[in-house]
């Protein structure tokens, strides 16, 4: 069933911008196998759950980056759910899996409940911390046309949410990350991310002034 799955999943990232393509889904399979693994209660959790999550929790985001939808991962689950139907999944899968994807975007609201849609939140969200997380602003930040830097718009005059800039996005998103990791095994790898990326904020600031 995965690999039906999987098959269907990559045809919905076929132009799909860098930050966001095939390429992060199979990253974030990655990371929820490390996680799997590392889970004190990793008997107990539906690892199949979990594997169909992560490449259906994205196939929304193409069309959301084009306008045609508002929110991704409302539609995915939708999508996901039309998708495991047609592959003979179960009732039970199919809204487990369709609440993991509902649940895993950073700006909707909508928490997750299991620790299936945990282990997803958590994987992706660290996909977006450390030297991958820092490629990722700066691809994204380049598809959509926003500044590198903008000295006009400091950090701490930036009341936008996402931040104006791809440095202000750094500091307005990805180093709050470690903070909204949902498991223990999570927050460890992304405390290691984070510093690294805190590191590379300060190495920015100082080049901006001259003196490093």
Not at 17 to 31: I, K, M, N, Q, S
């Amino acid at each position: 069933m995965l690999e039906a799955v999987r098959t269907q999943a990559r045809s919905y990232f076929d132009d799909a911008p860098p930050a966001h393509d095939w390429h992060h889904v199979r990253r974030v399979e990655t990371l929820a196998e490390t996680l799997l693994e590392r889970h004190p209660q990793s008997a107990s959790i539906d690892r199949r759950v979990v594997r169909l999550a992560v490449v259906l929790h994205d196939i929304g985001r193409e069309r959301e980056d084009r306008g045609e939808i508002d929110d991704h991962a409302i539609w995915g689950s939708q999508e996901a759910g039309r998708i495991l139907k047609g592959v003979g999944a179960d009732a039970e899968t199919i809204e487990h899996v369709q609440h993991c994807v509902r649940s895993h975007r950073y700006s909707n609201e909508i928490d997750p409940e299991t620790l299936e849609a945990k282990l997803l939140c958590d994987a992706d969200n660290l996909d977006a911390l450390g030297a991958v997380g820092i490629a990722r602003v700066f691809a994204h930040g380049g598809a959509l046309g926003t500044s590198l830097y903008d000295p006009e718009v400091p950090v701490a005059d930036d009341d936008t949410s996402a931040g104006q800039t791809q440095y202000n996005h750094l500091h307005k998103k990805i180093l709050d990350l470690p903070d909204r990791m949902y498991t223990d095994v999570g927050r460890a790898v992304a405390e290691r991310r984070g510093r690294f990326v805190r590191e590379y904020t300060e190495q920015f600031a100082g080049e901006l002034t001259g003196e490093r």
